[in-house]
C-alpha cells in the first residue's frame, strides 16, 4: 500500500510560483505512476501531470504546459510539481495520485493524498 502526503499549497499573486511536493511512503512507490490532478471550486477533478516509474515518461495537460514540471525522487519517494507563471484559474485543490497505468483519468489511479490548497490571486 501506499500513502501520500501533499504539502507546499498556498496563497500567491498571478505570475509567481509554487512547489507541491508529495511524500510517499510504502516500499513499492518506485513501483507506481505517479499524478498530480487538481480539484477547482465547484468543479471536477482534473489531471494535471504524470511521470513514470523511471521519471523518464512524462504528461501534462494542454493547460500547465511550458508553465509546470513533474518531477520525482525514488530515493526519497517524493514527487513534485513545480508551478511557474500562475494565473488566477489554477486556484483549486492539488492532489497526488498513484496507479499502475499511464492514464488521465482519476479512476486509474488506487491512491491519493488529502491534498493541498493553491490559491492564486489576481
Known amino acids: 500500500q501506499v500513502q501520500l502526503v501533499e504539502s507546499g499549497g498556498g496563497l500567491v499573486q498571478a505570475g509567481g510560483s509554487l512547489r507541491l511536493s508529495c511524500a510517499t511512503s510504502?516500499?513499492?512507490?518506485?513501483?507506481?505512476?505517479t499524478a498530480w490532478f487538481r480539484q477547482p471550486p465547484g468543479k471536477e477533478r482534473v489531471f494535471v501531470a504524470r511521470i513514470s516509474m523511471s521519471g523518464y515518461s512524462i504528461a501534462y495537460a494542454d493547460f500547465v504546459k511550458g508553465r509546470f514540471t513533474i518531477s520525482r525522487d525514488n530515493a526519497n519517494n517524493t514527487v513534485y510539481l513545480q508551478m511557474n507563471s500562475l494565473k488566477p484559474e489554477d486556484t483549486g485543490v492539488y492532489y497526488c495520485?498513484?496507479?499502475?497505468?499511464?492514464?488521465?483519468?482519476?479512476?486509474?489511479?488506487?491512491?491519493w493524498g488529502q491534498g493541498t490548497q493553491v490559491t492564486v490571486s489576481s
Open positions: 495520485a498513484a496507479g499502475r497505468s499511464a492514464s488521465s483519468r482519476t479512476g486509474d489511479y488506487d491512491y
Open positions: 510504502g516500499r513499492t512507490f518506485s513501483e507506481y505512476r
